[in-house]
């Protein structure tokens, strides 16, 4: 038997086997990884957790830890590999996270669409926790509430604070002040209220006709 080519086979063996390992542990972790669609205005982006904001350009990634701020006339959308996708309207900002905890909307007006396989998940915003099961629902952040509107699916809200969380069915929405009790379910309509609303003094309203 020959020994040295024998222990070098075990050596490319190790190896190979150890980059295989290191592949499959990237992908896991790039798994809920996205990336930006059709920015428009005023769109930044920090690519991962410790980078900088930059200009957002389409099919830049935005891993773990990374966030999208949009400013006045900015929009832009997040498109995920299971096929769900974020739309982010004017002056919004959104911080993702990986695995059930998802992201923070900390402001502004965010459109989710859920893959119907992909359940469990979590969004926190500055007054309470959606909870989701796979679904299309928007959120609106104020600096003094959280609006809800469920276009389908369904959505479960806990209030910052404690209180008896809240489920909120296809085609029904809440408001959910940071002070104060929770107004709603109450119908709603996606068509005719999709960020239906204006920014005032950093808050959101709806328009007077």
């Known amino acids: 038997m020959n020994l040295p080519r024998l222990g070098s086979r075990l050596v490319l063996a190790f190896l190979f086997s150890g980059l295989v390992l290191l592949w499959g542990c990237g992908a896991d972790a790039d798994a809920d990884a996205a990336k930006i669609k059709d920015p428009k205005g005023n769109v930044r982006i920090r690519h991962s957790a410790g980078t900088t904001f930059s200009e957002a350009k389409a099919d830049d990634p935005v891993a773990q830890g990374g966030a999208v701020r949009t400013g006045e006339n900015g929009k832009t959308r997040l498109s995920f ?3 769900s996708e974020l739309t982010i309207k004017p002056e919004s900002y959104f911080e993702l996270n990986q695995g059930n905890f998802w992201g923070h909307q900390t402001e502004g007006a ?11 998940l979590t969004v926190e915003t500055p007054h309470g926790v959606t909870s989701v099961l796979g679904t299309t629902f928007l959120i609106m952040v104020s600096s003094d509430s959280t609006f809800i509107g469920v276009e389908e699916g369904k959505v479960s809200f806990a209030p910052k604070g404690g209180g008896t969380p809240i489920t ?10 940071a002070l104060g009790k929770i107004d709603g379910p109450q119908p709603f309509d ?12 950093g808050k959101w309203v709806r ?3």
């Not at 996606?190 to 003094?201: A, P």
């Open 207 to 209: 328009p007077q006709k």
């Open 190 to 201: 996606l068509s005719t209220e999709e960020f239906n609303y204006i920014k005032i003094d």
């Open 81 to 83: 590999l299971d096929g």
């Open 168 to 177: 909120i069915g296809a085609k029904q929405k809440i408001s959910a002040p």
């Open 110 to 120: 965010v459109l989710y669409k859920i893959n119907k396989q992909k359940t469990g």
